[in-house]
């Protein structure tokens, strides 16, 4: 698909999910916003904290890295991989929002980063980027094999401590955490490495029931206009177990494979719902790894990143920063 900026209102929608971007019968899409990017950083002025960007596996898959001012040249430090947010149709690790959010992240918890760039909708379609997401993870994992077949970082190489791996996201990027967790209980990965913990903050999950305090008129709104967009083909539309984890045909949450699990929400998300029915499934499955669910009262989608300076939002990076190290 080609994106182009149009003028010809005459065209046919096919997705409108504005103020974002159209996406017409022709194939063409009309983005209205332009995420704001920012170059890495060799040390960060308010944070201190290093950042580079790096080609993953392919040109297709890239991440910027986020390493914290260190103790001493060979310190290990927890392994922290990381999907953005952005209803897989925007943002970037690159984007000034994501990028000032992992420079404080990193510096508080004294965590390496991995900022996952996975490729976005509509113009490449799910499931790109879960695969993208997986193969991310499996790149960092690699690092452990001796001679192993990718280009290894020195910074991963060197720093990072993979008996605390972890990995986490927001909004779109926490439906990518429970993917890929779930993915590596079926698909061990490189050199048996294990995922210690995950966090999900504001997840992105969606289904054609009502839950909670939701109307039926609730789940036709911009949550689902998004989905179909993105992946028009999946099986089960928006009760496909990717976007819904509640179905008959999900996969059984007790085979997330992580021993500890945080779930964030905030208290007027139209998500939250969801959320907590997510805690409360996996509590009844019998899993055996820890799980702490936390809803912050009087915020909404993904608070804590769009103003990080809030005392709410302090608190709730001190409770990702306790999990973390």
Same mark, same amino acid.
């Given at each position: 698909?080609?994106?182009?900026?149009?003028?010809?209102?005459? !065209?046919?929608?096919?997705?409108?999910?504005?103020?974002?971007?159209?996406?017409?019968? +022709?194939?063409?899409?009309?983005?209205?916003?332009?995420? $704001?990017?920012?170059?890495?950083?060799?040390? +960060?002025p308010t944070t201190g904290v290093a950042s580079k960007d790096i080609m993953v596996s392919s040109p297709e898959?890239?991440?910027?890295? *986020?390493?914290?001012?260190?103790?001493?040249?060979? $310190?290990?430090?927890?392994?922290?991989?990381?999907?953005?947010?952005?209803?897989?149709?925007?943002?970037?690790?690159?984007?000034?929002?994501?990028?000032?959010?992992?420079? &404080?992240?990193?510096?508080?918890?004294?965590?390496?980063? &991995?900022?996952?760039?996975?490729?976005?909708?509509?113009?490449?379609?799910?499931?790109?980027a879960y695969e993208d997401s997986w193969t991310a993870l499996q790149w960092v994992a690699s690092h452990v094999?001796?001679?192993?077949?990718?280009?290894?970082?020195?910074?991963?190489? !060197?720093? =990072?401590?993979?008996?605390?791996?972890?990995?986490?996201? +927001?909004?779109?990027?926490?439906?990518?955490?429970?993917?890929?967790?779930?993915?590596?209980?079926?698909? /061990?990965?490189? =050199?048996?490495?294990?995922?210690?913990?995950? *966090?999900?903050?504001?997840?992105?999950?969606?289904?054609?029931?009502?839950?909670?305090? $939701?109307?039926?008129?609730?789940?036709?709104?911009?949550?689902?206009?998004?989905?179909?967009?993105?992946?028009?083909?999946?099986? =089960?539309? &928006?009760?496909?177990?990717?976007?819904? /984890?509640?179905?008959?045909?999900?996969?059984?949450?007790?085979?997330?494979?992580?021993?500890?699990?945080?779930?964030?929400?905030?208290?007027?998300?139209?998500?939250?719902?969801r959320g907590i029915l997510y805690v409360e499934t996996l509590k009844k499955t019998g899993w055996n790894g820890?799980? !702490?669910?936390?809803?912050?009262?009087?915020? +909404?989608?993904?608070?804590? &990143?769009?103003?990080?300076?809030?005392?709410?939002?302090?608190?709730?990076?001190?409770?990702?920063?306790?999990?973390?190290?």
């Amino acid at each position: 698909m080609n994106t182009a900026t149009l003028s010809n209102t005459t !065209k046919e929608v096919l997705h409108n999910l504005s103020p974002y971007l159209i996406e017409y019968t +022709d194939g063409t899409i009309e983005r209205f916003t332009v995420t $704001q990017n920012v170059p890495p950083s060799a040390d +960060d002025p308010t944070t201190g904290v290093a950042s580079k960007d790096i080609m993953v596996s392919s040109p297709e898959v890239k991440a910027r890295l *986020f390493l914290p001012k260190l103790k001493n040249s060979n $310190q290990k430090l927890p392994v922290l991989v990381y999907y953005h947010g952005g209803g897989f149709i925007v943002e970037s690790p690159y984007s000034l929002l994501s990028h000032c959010y992992m420079n &404080i992240l990193a510096a508080e918890a004294k965590a390496l980063i &991995i900022s996952v760039e996975y490729r976005l909708g509509p113009e490449l379609l799910l499931p790109i980027a879960y695969e993208d997401s997986w193969t991310a993870l499996q790149w960092v994992a690699s690092h452990v094999i001796a001679n192993a077949c990718i280009e290894k970082d020195e910074w991963v190489t !060197k720093h =990072g401590d993979f008996g605390k791996l972890y990995i986490g996201g +927001d909004s779109a990027g926490g439906n990518i955490v429970h993917n890929i967790v779930l993915r590596a209980g079926v698909e /061990p990965l490189p =050199g048996d490495v294990k995922i210690l913990g995950s *966090f999900l903050s504001c997840p992105y999950f969606w289904g054609s029931k009502p839950v909670g305090s $939701q109307s039926k008129e609730d789940l036709k709104g911009f949550a689902y206009k998004v989905w179909m967009c993105i992946y028009p083909s999946a099986p =089960g539309g &928006i009760d496909n177990p990717m976007i819904n /984890p509640f179905t008959e045909d999900s996969p059984s949450l007790s085979g997330l494979a992580c021993s500890r699990l945080l779930v964030c929400l905030a208290e007027k998300d139209a998500f939250t719902p969801r959320g907590i029915l997510y805690v409360e499934t996996l509590k009844k499955t019998g899993w055996n790894g820890e799980v !702490k669910l936390v809803v912050v009262d009087g915020e +909404d989608h993904c608070f804590h &990143i769009f103003d990080p300076n809030t005392e709410k939002a302090k608190d709730l990076i001190k409770l990702l920063v306790s999990f973390i190290s």
